[in-house]
Every structure is written in structure tokens, then in C-alpha cells.
């Protein structure tokens, strides 16, 4: 099984066993790799930590049981393998911005996101070195307009000459 192979089914495993206790150490022994080398794999390719993908993967997880399920908030945090009620909230809050609660009796909808595609990439190191051919992205589409102009800041007055720009109508 090669590198883009193993990421890729460790992503399924990982989908299929959220409610179970995932370490680093049981999702490496899974594909038999080192978990120490499959760290770095898996980081390079994902652009985090396993543990952080992990924890990401569940909270997407728990949001159709939040907005359909009238299941205490409690009870998924348990279902979803997280330590306690307080730390799901504190996770959900950070990745969402809003409590699992406040999601719930505000009624609002919150879409899941599907597991990542793996795409060919390749990967360099801080030598510049290829490392690997594989990574995962997920890019989303962003709409980006302004402008770009040099300014010296030892002799040019750039609040002016940022006015002056920002004054000007666009297309």
C-alpha cells in the first residue's frame, strides 16, 4: 500500500470509527506503520495534527444529532467519544463559533463537510526537497478584489496616497 493509499484509508477508517477511542498509536498500528512516521505522513498530507483532524471530523459529526436528534447534549458528547459535556462545548464553540445549545434552540443549520479528497501534490521540506507526492486540499472558493501600489514609507505620505486609492470607483 503506498502513501496515498494509506491516508486515504485511514480517512475512512477514521469516518467509520468516531465513536471509538482513535490515538495515534491505534490508527498508525491499523495500517501497520510506525506512528511516529505515520505522524509526519499524515501531517504533511493533511496540513494538521491526526489528533486536531480527528476532533474536527467528530464535531462535523455531531451536528445532524444536534439539529434534528432531540438527544441530550450530553449523551452525544459520550456517543462521539469526547471526555465530557464541557469540553464538546468548548470544541464545538471554538469550531463553529457558536454552542451546541444555542445551535439547537436557535434552530440554524449548519452543513457537514465531507471527508477531504486526497490529491497529488508534491511536498518539499525546509531544503526544498521532495518529501512526498501526495497531500490532501480542500480549497474553498473566495471572491478577492483591491489594489497593490509600492509606497516608501521614509519619504512617501502613504495615508494620502491610500486615500487617494480608496477614493477611486472600481469596475
Same mark, same amino acid.
Given at each position: 500500500m503506498d502513501h496515498y493509499e494509506?491516508?486515504?484509508?485511514?480517512?475512512?477508517?477514521?469516518?467509520?470509527?468516531? @465513536?471509538?477511542s482513535l490515538t495515534l498509536e491505534s490508527v *498508525?498500528?491499523?495500517?501497520?506503520?510506525?506512528?511516529?512516521?505515520f505522524h509526519r505522513l499524515f501531517s504533511a498530507m493533511m496540513g494538521c495534527s491526526l489528533n486536531n483532524y480527528i476532533l474536527s471530523r467528530r464535531l462535523n459529526a455531531s451536528l445532524p444529532f444536534i439539529? #434534528?436528534?432531540h438527544l441530550p447534549l450530553t449523551d452525544i458528547a459520550y456517543m462521539l467519544n469526547f471526555g465530557t459535556?464541557?469540553?464538546?462545548n468548548r470544541a464545538f464553540k471554538?469550531?463553529?463559533?457558536? *454552542?451546541?445549545?444555542?445551535?439547537?434552540? =436557535?434552530?440554524?443549520?449548519?452543513?457537514q463537510s465531507p471527508v477531504p479528497s486526497v490529491v497529488k501534490r508534491p511536498i518539499k521540506n525546509i531544503n526544498g526537497d521532495i518529501v512526498t507526492d501526495f497531500t490532501l486540499t480542500?480549497?474553498?472558493?473566495?471572491?478577492l478584489s483591491g489594489i *497593490?501600489?509600492?509606497? @516608501?514609507? *521614509? #519619504? @512617501?505620505?502613504? =495615508?494620502?496616497k491610500i486615500r487617494s486609492h480608496s477614493n477611486k470607483t472600481s469596475c
Open positions: 494509506v491516508i486515504e484509508s485511514s480517512l475512512i477508517y477514521i469516518e467509520n470509527n468516531l @465513536d471509538q *498508525a498500528n491499523t495500517f501497520n506503520m510506525s506512528k511516529y512516521y439539529q #434534528t436528534d459535556q464541557s469540553s464538546f471554538r469550531q463553529y463559533g457558536i *454552542a451546541p445549545s444555542s445551535l439547537r434552540v =436557535k434552530n440554524l443549520n449548519i452543513l480542500e480549497l474553498k472558493s473566495i471572491r *497593490a501600489f509600492e509606497v @516608501d514609507l *521614509a #519619504t @512617501d505620505d502613504y =495615508k494620502t
